[in-house]
Structure formats: C-alpha cells, structure tokens
C-alpha cells in the first residue's frame, strides 16, 4: 500500500509520513483508519512529538493533542491511549471498536516473536515482500532469546520462503521450505517445494524431501498444475494480452510497454 488515503475532512498542508508503507496521513481520519488496519506497524513510540503535532497543529485539534499527551504522561498504556483517540474521533462504529480492543488485548499478551511475525506476515499480505524476509531473520537470528518452539520455528521458515516465491527466488524460497519441512511434518509444504521445482527446476534442483513423495502424488500435483495453466488462460489479464496480439503495430507496442511498466513498478515495490 503506498499513497494517501483521501477522506472527507480537514486535511493538513503537511501529512505524517509512514515510511515503512510509504503512507501519507493528511486528514484525522486517515489515521484513525491507519491505526485500525495497520496496528501491527504501531510501537510503544507510537505517541511521540511528531503525532502530537499532526493532531494538535495539522489538524487543529488541539484539545485531542493535549489529552493524548496527559494520558501517555500518567502512565497510560499504548492501547488505552489508541482506543481514547479512536474513540473521541468517532471514526470506528461499535462492532469496530470491539474488534480493535481484541487485537490490543491479544497485543499486551502475545510473545514479541509472535507480534513481529504478524507483522511481517502483513506486509506480505501488502506485498512488501523484502521487507518481511528481513523480519522473519530477525526473529530467527534471535530464536533462543524469542525462546521459538519447533513449530513456530518451521512457520517463520514456511511464511519467508513464500515470500521468496513471490520474489520470483525459487530457490531461496525451495530451500527454505525445505528446512521448514520436517518442523512442520505436512505435506502441503511438499507440494509447495515440488510446484517450486516444476516452475523452476534448475534453481530448486532435487530436494531430497521430494523422495518420499509417491509417482502417483506427485502426478496427482501435475494434474493441479495443468487446471491452474488452464485458469490462468480464462483470465481476463491473459485474454488481454491475446486481444493485443492482434492490435496494429502501434496499439500492440503500447499495450505491451504500459504492461511491462506495471510489471515494473510493481517488482520494485516488493523489493522496497
């Protein structure tokens, strides 16, 4: 997700800027909406000097700023200050607000490990791909302090080498699950490194989990495959690209030069 999100209300001549989503923040609403969607991205830092200036003076709301300030000078905690905020905007409806207090309570409780996998696995979800491959070596670097159990182990390792499949690193992404396999004991992350292979052989080469893997599983996998070629032709991004085909010269090269752009910028946004 990048850009701003543009809602009805004042908005600032200056936005608060989230660098990781690379987000601009103009209006009270956006941050009501970023703080409810994004709460993994909020550190215990969250309410710093620059907040207290985007409510306060980008958005006139003064009295907000200055009951923000006291709430977190007296000891009140990250998530009673968030719903405080959330609450005096009036941004989120009742079942909203229930949801949010959930989320913050499973957010005191939760192991730092787990917290930071979350995020992580909500910035694939985002496809900022590289970013949360550096995330899940993080926790792993540490797994001892984490105190990591085997299965949660094998979960970081599964979730990092889908996101190296989605980088188009069919190998990092083959050897990871690979790795991940015998933490987790299930044969879905078979079939995930034996689609690696079929897409990319050279680069997965022959993992030796495979080999337990049966002729007739394995040609079951296959048949998978075919009906997903056979899905990918019926869609309407494939059938585009057939109709350009038979576009002149001119349309044909155009078609293809914005297609590419997109493939572009979308490759570097996950890269990011």
Request: include cysteine.
């Given at each position: 997700?990048?850009?701003?999100?543009?809602?009805?209300?004042?908005?600032?001549?200056?936005?608060?800027?989230?660098?990781?989503?690379?987000?601009?923040?103009?209006?009270?609403?956006?941050?009501?909406?970023?703080?409810?969607?994004?709460?993994?991205?909020?550190?215990?830092?969250?309410?710093?000097?620059?907040?207290?200036?985007?409510?306060?003076?980008?958005?006139?709301?003064?009295?907000?700023?200055?009951?923000?300030?006291?709430?977190?000078?007296?000891?009140?905690?990250?998530?009673?200050?968030?719903?405080?905020?959330?609450?005096?905007?009036?941004?989120?409806?009742?079942?909203?607000?229930?949801?949010?207090?959930?989320?913050?309570?499973?957010?005191?409780?939760?192991?730092?490990?787990?917290?930071?996998?979350?995020?992580?696995?909500?910035?694939?979800?985002?496809?900022?791909?590289?970013?949360?491959?550096?995330?899940?070596?993080?926790?792993?670097?540490?797994?001892?302090?984490?105190?990591?159990?085997?299965?949660?182990?094998?979960?970081?390792?599964?979730?990092?080498?889908?996101?190296?499949?989605?980088?188009?690193?069919?190998?990092e992404a083959a050897r990871s699950l690979e790795v991940a396999f015998p933490m987790l004991d299930s044969v879905e992350v078979l079939?995930?490194?034996?689609?690696?292979?079929?897409?990319?052989?050279?680069?997965?080469?022959?993992?030796?989990?495979?080999?337990?893997?049966?002729?007739?599983?394995?040609?079951?996998?296959?048949?998978?495959?075919?009906?997903?070629?056979?899905?990918?032709?019926?869609?309407?991004?494939?059938?585009?690209?057939?109709?350009?085909?038979?576009?002149?010269?001119?349309?044909?090269?155009?078609?293809?030069?914005?297609?590419?752009?997109?493939?572009?910028?979308?490759?570097?946004?996950?890269?990011?």
């Amino acid at each position: 997700m990048g850009g701003s999100l543009i809602l009805s209300s004042k908005r600032a001549q200056a936005p608060y800027y989230v660098d990781e989503l690379g987000l601009s923040i103009y209006t009270i609403e956006e941050l009501c909406y970023y703080i409810y969607n994004y709460l993994e991205f909020l550190d215990d830092d969250f309410i710093n000097e620059e907040l207290l200036n985007f409510i306060g003076k980008g958005m006139g709301l003064k009295e907000l700023a200055d009951k923000t300030l006291r709430w977190a000078k007296s000891g009140s905690d990250f998530g009673q200050i968030v719903l405080m905020i959330e609450q005096d905007v009036h941004y989120l409806n009742g079942q909203e607000l229930g949801d949010l207090k959930a989320r913050l309570d499973w957010r005191r409780s939760a192991k730092p490990a787990d917290r930071l996998k979350k995020k992580a696995d909500t910035l694939v979800a985002l496809k900022k791909y590289r970013q949360a491959i550096v995330i899940y070596d993080a926790i792993l670097e540490k797994e001892r302090q984490m105190a990591l159990s085997i299965k949660s182990k094998g979960r970081l390792l599964h979730n990092k080498g889908m996101a190296y499949a989605k980088l188009f690193m069919f190998g990092e992404a083959a050897r990871s699950l690979e790795v991940a396999f015998p933490m987790l004991d299930s044969v879905e992350v078979l079939k995930e490194i034996f689609f690696l292979q079929y897409i990319d052989r050279q680069a997965v080469g022959e993992p030796e989990c495979l080999s337990r893997v049966s002729e007739e599983v394995k040609a079951e996998w296959t048949r998978e495959i075919t009906d997903y070629s056979l899905e990918a032709e019926n869609s309407p991004e494939y059938k585009s690209v057939l109709d350009a085909n038979n576009q002149d010269t001119y349309k044909r090269q155009e078609f293809f030069y914005q297609l590419l752009r997109r493939w572009k910028n979308e490759y570097r946004d996950m890269v990011k």
